[in-house]
């Protein structure tokens, strides 16, 4: 049994890993602000502490004595980032770099840390599936926040020896990702619109493909990435290498819900990226991950949620 920190575990993400580490005995600590997560979320069984992760001194008493840290504070809105760019790179970077500063002062050496990074590094993909060698050429503040992260990481591993790694969410979905947010995925607005017979909105042609990946098999690869964590520092993506269009994904709603959806077709999203989907393999390989969930039984899950 391990003590953990898990930096942002009322949220989304977070609240499913902590779930899966009380579950396989681990004492379980949370760092978080409550600011997009809710008490709710937390798992039973783990112990909150709510504070600010982008202030040094708090996350210095959060990680006492903790064998390993999952950093996943952050404001992962791109929108709320374009509008709020200081104030975001505060929670977004430095207190990433806060995060790693503590880790560097262990009491039995440096403690290991697996952290949320994005496919948002890569920006517009020139060549999918994407691998972790492509170019990083983020198009927001938030992708060049998380693209910092891993800079520092790096850093962190060549200068004080901190063994991290860093993962490469991309499109998450499952249940508690909240449909009623204005910077909600598209997976929990339509199949919340769907359950409210409600039309859905496809921006564009809807031939746009996503890598969207269930929340179950981003949870199992950070449990084994955090063993994996090294002063080398690796990124991986945590992807299933399959693209899914929209209008696939509106079938596939469909499917599982057994109601044909009401499309409304709008224009384009201003900068909408066309095609993303990562390469699987080197997470695969590294990691030993098993074959993600399929998206019609992620779906299944997201609507009994709803
Ligand atoms: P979320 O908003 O549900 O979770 C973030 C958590 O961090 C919340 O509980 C929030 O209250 C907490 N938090 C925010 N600012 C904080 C602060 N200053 N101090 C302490 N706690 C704070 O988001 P999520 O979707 O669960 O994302 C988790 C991580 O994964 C983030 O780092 C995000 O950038 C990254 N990520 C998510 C996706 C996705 O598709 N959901 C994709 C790529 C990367
Ligand atoms: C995600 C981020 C986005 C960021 C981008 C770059 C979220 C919710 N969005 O966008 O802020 O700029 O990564 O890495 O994390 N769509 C519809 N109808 C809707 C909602 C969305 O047609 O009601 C379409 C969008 O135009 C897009 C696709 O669905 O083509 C996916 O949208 P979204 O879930 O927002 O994810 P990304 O576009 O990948």
Redesign the pocket.
């Given at each position: 049994m391990a003590l953990l920190l898990v930096t942002g575990g009322c949220g989304f993400i977070g609240s499913h890993l902590c779930a899966a580490l009380v579950a396989r005995g681990d004492e379980v600590r949370v760092l978080d602000d409550l600011s997009t997560g809710s008490r709710a979320n937390l798992a039973p069984g783990a112990s909150l502490l709510v504070g600010n992760v982008a202030d040094p001194a708090t996350v210095r008493a959060a990680m006492q004595g903790v064998d390993g840290c999952f950093h996943l504070a952050a404001i992962?809105?791109?929108?709320r980032c374009t509008e709020a760019w200081l104030e975001t790179h505060r929670i977004n970077l430095s207190a990433t770099i806060a995060v790693l500063d503590a880790a560097r002062a262990g009491a039995n050496g440096p403690i290991p840390v697996a952290y949320a990074s994005?496919?948002?590094i890569?920006?517009v993909p020139e060549l999918v599936p994407l691998d972790e060698d492509a170019p990083a050429r983020?198009?927001?503040a938030?992708?060049a926040d998380k693209l910092g992260c891993e800079l520092h990481a790096r850093v962190a591993g060549v200068v004080h020896g901190v063994p991290s790694v860093g993962l490469r969410f991309?499109?998450?979905?499952g249940p508690r990702q909240d449909p009623r947010s204005p910077?909600?995925?598209?997976?929990?607005?339509?199949c919340e619109?769907l359950a409210r017979a409600q039309p859905?909105?496809?921006?564009?042609d809807?031939r746009?493909t996503?890598d969207f990946v269930y929340v179950a098999d981003v949870v199992a690869a950070l449990l084994a990435a955090l063993p994996a964590a090294r002063a080398e520092a690796p990124v991986f993506n945590v992807c299933t290498g399959q693209p899914t269009s929209?209008l696939e994904?509106v079938a596939s709603i469909g499917r599982v819900c057994r109601t044909p959806p009401q499309v409304s077709h709008?224009p384009?999203?201003l900068?909408?990226?066309?095609h993303?989907v990562g390469s699987v393999l080197r997470a695969r390989q590294a990691l030993q991950l098993a074959p993600p969930v399929a998206l019609d039984d992620g779906l299944a899950q997201v609507i009994a949620w709803l």
């Open positions: 992962a809105s791109v929108a994005s496919a948002a890569y920006g983020p198009l927001s938030y992708g991309f499109n998450v979905y910077y909600s995925g598209v997976i929990s607005i339509f619109r859905i909105a496809v921006h564009g809807g746009q996503r929209l994904l709008q384009p999203r900068g909408d990226i066309r993303s």
